[in-house]
């Protein structure tokens, strides 16, 4: 007997089953979150099945970002052996539940299929992960710039980017002008 728990089909079972994912579930999310860490390969065909299948297909794309894992401390669990995991997290309107996607972004593919033709939210999400994490979508419909200016080649949420910038600038009220001095790095 379920009550105040909907639970997953057991279609979606039978088809992650050639997938192969590591699933995550925990009362901690909230009963009806799940997490699934699958290939990169997979993921355009899970997508497809996410908004075509009739259990599936009142579905909406709540959030899209990436995790940088460089210099983590946590390099022997699962998700953290890659530079990049980017997550997709799903709204289920019919079995009131999230589904959050894990996927490394693995060096041999080099970019990552885009998926704003299946669900239309991924169009600005994808554009704002591209920007900010260096992740290249291929066939993407719109590929311009959000947030940053056309000039930019760095990407602020990367751990490469510098936490300093070069030039400290400050408006000095005895001048009356703003102020530009250079600035020092100073380790502890």
């Known amino acids: 007997m ?7 089909p057991i279609s979606i079972f039978i088809i992650f089953e ?24 997979w993921f355009y065909a899970i997508n497809n099945f996410f908004k075509n299948d009739v259990f599936f297909s009142q579905s909406m794309l709540l959030e899209n970002s990436a995790y940088d894992n460089k210099n983590n401390f946590f390099k022997k ?5 890659n ?7 799903y709204y289920f309107f019919t079995f009131k539940s999230k589904i959050i996607l894990l996927q490394p972004l693995e060096s041999k593919f080099g ?4 998926i704003d033709k299946i669900f239309k939210s991924a ?9 900010m994490f260096k992740v290249s979508f291929s066939s993407k419909v719109d590929i311009r710039r959000l947030l940053l200016d056309y000039s930019k080649k760095e ?3 990367t751990k490469e980017y510098p936490v300093e910038g070069f030039n400290d600038v400050f408006y000095s009220f005895f001048d009356d002008q703003v102020i530009y001095n250079t600035s020092t790095n100073v380790e502890l």
């Open 111 to 114: 970019v990552f299929k885009s």
């Open 77 to 81: 669990q699962i998700f953290f052996l």
């Open 123 to 131: 169009g600005w999400l994808e554009r704002e992960t591209g920007e």
């Open 83 to 89: 530079k990049l995991t980017l997550y997709y997290i």
């Open 155 to 157: 990407n602020p949420l």
């Open 18 to 41: 050639n997938v192969n994912p590591v699933l995550w579930t925990s009362d901690s999310f909230g009963p009806n979150n799940y997490i699934l860490y699958i290939n990169q390969s």
């Open 2 to 8: 379920v009550y105040k728990k909907y639970t997953i």
